[in-house]
Structure formats: C-alpha cells, structure tokens
C-alpha cells in the first residue's frame, strides 16, 4: 500500500508564484525524499531529509519535515514553468533496504 | 550519479504475450528496483533484483508474471508475462548507490496492451 499521500492533487499557479505541497505518512522513516517526474519521463531525485531533520534547502526548493505529525512539505519559491512537473514524496522504511515507497504525487502546473 | 538506459522505450504489444524489459547501469550496483506506473498513478514497487539471487517480490506481484534476471551487477530485465490491458503501464529500473538512499531513474519503458 502507498505510503505517502500527498495534497494536492493538483496545483496551478503563475509563473513567479511560490508552491507548496505536501506529503503525510504512516509508518516511522528513515528518510523523506522529493522526486520530480516531467510528463511520461522517468524520476528525477530533487532533495532527501532525514528523519532527524527539521529543514533543509536546495536552491528554490525548501523541504520541512515533522516527524510527530508524519508529514513533509515541499516549496518550490519563485516557480517558473519549467517546473511543471509531477512531483513525488518517497520515504525510506526504518530497518529497510534502499527501496523508498512512493506517494500519489502533486501534479504542478506553473503558467507563464 | 548513475546512468540508466531502459530497452525498450515504449512498445505496443498485443494480449497473451510477453515483453522483455532491459536495464543496463553504467556503474556496478548492489540492489536494482523495478517499479511500474500505472497511467495518472504513483510508482509501485515491483520487486528488489539482487545479483546472485532470486528477486524478492513486493506484495501482490509473482514471479511467474514477473520473471527478473540479474546476471551481473549492471544488468537486470523484467519480463511481463501473457499480458492483458492491465498491464499498460511505464515500467521503471531504479538504482540506488549504497549512499544516503536517493534512487536513480530510467527514463521507464511505456508498455500499451492491446
């Protein structure tokens, strides 16, 4: 079963606009990673935190990470349509392999 | 950073057969993954290739449906197996590098059953 659940399930915003997703889980983690998947194409890693993380930054990306309340944001600042993309939550299971459980994804459409 | 070339890219097949899927790394990998989308959804995880041994498959996926080989530690293939439209899906090899845990992507092979 999915892991992850990510809101919403689609997003449109103007180019320059910021974008918020986010992701909840179920079961304790290891990690927390954002993947990013144009259209028909294969997943683009984008940034991991761990689950002794608060926060981290890449660039325009911002990912938070509550691990009481099981859930993960990510903000994409300044977003360009470039960015229009599909983007995943993945965690890494505590105790597991290096395979990462997928969640439903937000597809985001940013217009110029 | 790992490169992952997937054969094929998209295919067309007709009911009842089976496809072949390759996924070749450019570098020695432990563990291979293979995960399929179906249209509009996230990624499932088909199974775990080790080399050396057999495949260990996710729940609600079997090997006589999915057969994986794993001959060495940069190649792996996923047949699909007698299949139905059910099966119309991306089918994506992923690879991780022993790091942190992020995975490396395929481009996925589009398979359409008709």
């Known amino acids: 079963s999915q892991q992850g659940e990510e809101d919403p399930q689609a997003l449109s915003i103007q180019e320059g606009e910021n974008a918020t997703m986010n992701c909840s889980y179920k079961?304790?983690?290891?990690?927390l990673q954002w993947y990013r998947q144009n259209s028909g194409r294969g997943l683009v890693h984008l940034i991991l935190?761990?689950?002794?993380?608060r926060e981290k930054h890449s660039g325009r990306l911002r990912v938070t990470l509550d691990t009481s309340k099981k859930s993960s944001s990510l903000l994409i600042t300044a977003s360009r349509a470039a960015d229009t993309a599909s983007y995943f939550c993945?965690?890494?299971?505590?105790?597991?392999?290096?395979?990462?459980?997928f969640g439903k994804g937000t597809k985001l459409t940013v217009n110029p | 950073s790992a490169v992952i070339s997937q054969k094929p890219s998209r295919d067309i097949c007709q009911r009842g057969t089976s496809l072949t899927i390759q996924c070749q790394v450019d570098?020695?990998?432990?563990?291979m993954f293979w995960y399929r989308q179906q249209p509009g959804q996230s990624l499932t995880l088909i199974a775990t290739?080790?080399?050396?041994?057999?495949?260990?498959?996710e729940s609600g996926f079997v090997i006589d449906k999915f057969p994986i080989s794993r001959p060495n530690l940069t190649f792996s293939t996923l047949t699909v197996s007698n299949m139905s439209p059910e099966d119309s899906s991306i089918y994506l090899c992923?690879?991780?590098?022993?790091?942190?845990?992020?995975?490396?992507f395929g481009e996925g092979s589009r398979l359409t059953v008709l």
């Open positions: 992923s690879v991780g590098l022993g790091g942190a845990g992020e995975l490396f």
């Open positions: 079961t304790s983690i290891n990690n």
């Open positions: 935190i761990r689950s002794n993380e």
């Open positions: 993945a965690t890494g299971v505590q105790g597991g392999s290096e395979k990462l459980v």
């Open positions: 570098s020695q990998v432990t563990m």
């Open positions: 290739a080790n080399q050396g041994s057999e495949a260990t498959y």
